[in-house]
């Protein structure tokens, strides 16, 4: 089950960055990461949801293995 995890973030990560490439690539017509970033940041509720998504992520990622909160 790990390794489908895995492979299912490494090709959301792998699309994003083809996104990007791509957008990047046509110009102005086609939005990149930082333009969905920045519309998603514009009201408040979106900065407090990004906010706890990335507190989210880090607890997920660095803080829930470590051997000194067992």
Not at 17 to 25: D, E, H, N, T
Not at 31 to 42: C, E, I, Q
């Amino acid at each position: 089950m790990r390794q489908v995890a895995v492979v299912g973030w490494l090709l959301i990560v792998c699309l994003m960055f083809v996104w990007q490439g791509v957008g990047l690539a046509r110009g102005p017509e086609w939005p990149v990461m930082s333009d969905f970033l920045r519309a998603f940041m514009r009201p408040a509720i979106g900065r407090f949801f990004l906010f706890g998504a990335w507190l989210w992520i880090g607890w997920h990622l660095f803080v829930r293995d470590w051997q000194l909160l067992r």
